[in-house]
């Protein structure tokens, strides 16, 4: 699994949400400034690229992937209850 974030200009919102919608069930959209940005999880390289096709295929769009990374089991974890008597070091 795989966590996305993608910039995107020159473009309208709903195009954005139209194309992730077909790719992935949760997604987060949001602009600042000029640009449009979306936080997405995904399966695989090859839907990325997939994304990517249908992204390109947009006229006149500027977008540029800003982090892709895995996602792991701990990002999870909504509380850091977990750390709770430690120091920075991880001594109790």
């Known amino acids: 699994m795989l966590r996305v974030m993608v910039e995107c200009k020159n473009v309208r919102f709903e195009k954005i949400a139209e194309c992730l919608s077909r790719l992935t069930d949760s997604f987060g959209l949001?602009?600042?400034?000029?640009?449009?940005?979306?936080?997405?999880?995904?399966?695989?390289?090859l839907e990325l690229r997939e994304?990517?096709?249908?992204?390109?295929?947009?006229?006149?769009?500027?977008?540029?992937?800003?982090?892709?990374?895995?996602?792991v089991k701990h990002e999870a974890r909504k509380s850091n209850k977990h750390l709770k008597g430690r120091n920075r070091r991880g001594n109790p």
């Open 51 to 71: 994304l990517s096709r249908r992204l390109k295929r947009i006229k006149n769009i500027e977008f540029r992937f800003i982090r892709i990374r895995t996602k």
């Open 30 to 45: 949001w602009t600042y400034k000029n640009a449009i940005y979306a936080s997405f999880d995904i399966k695989s390289l």
